[in-house]
């Protein structure tokens, strides 16, 4: 995961923003399901709303940090299904930015 976070960091800092965006996406995504899975939740099979739904339930994730990962679900859908167009680098920045606190704070 944190491969990602490093390719990504360098991708958007190279104005690469459709390559950012995916790997960002990737790596907040499997991020959130090890920390489910740290946690005790059965997540393997779920989407990352079904997963961020999973630990807002456990109060894994709370107010503003819920409110935020929550936005990056339709980030990761444009990312995902090639609607490039459709992202600003400020977003994915701004992912790439949660991703690595989130990772830091939970699953270091």
């Given at each position: 995961?944190?491969?990602?976070?490093?390719l990504?960091?360098?991708?958007?800092q190279?104005?690469?923003?459709?390559?950012?965006?995916?790997?960002?996406?990737?790596?907040?995504?499997d991020?959130?399901?090890?920390?489910?899975?740290?946690?005790g939740?059965?997540?393997?099979?779920k989407?990352?709303?079904?997963?961020?739904?999973?630990?807002?339930?456990?109060?894994?994730?709370?107010?503003?940090?819920?409110?935020?990962?929550?936005?990056?679900?339709?980030?990761?859908?444009?990312a995902?299904?090639a609607e490039?167009?459709?992202?600003?680098?400020?977003?994915?920045?701004?992912?790439?930015?949660?991703?690595e606190?989130?990772?830091i704070?939970?699953?270091s």
């Open positions: 995961v944190a491969d990602f976070i490093t990504a960091r360098q991708t958007a190279e104005d690469i923003k459709e390559v950012a965006a995916v790997l960002a996406s990737a790596a907040l995504e991020s959130l399901k090890r920390y489910a899975g740290l946690n939740l059965q997540v393997d099979d989407d990352m709303s079904e997963v961020i739904n999973a630990l807002k339930s456990a109060g894994l994730l709370k107010g503003p940090q819920a409110s935020v990962v929550t936005s990056y679900i339709q980030t990761r859908n444009k995902f299904h490039f167009n459709k992202i600003e680098m400020p977003e994915v920045k701004s992912l790439i930015a949660f991703t606190e989130f990772i704070k939970n699953l």
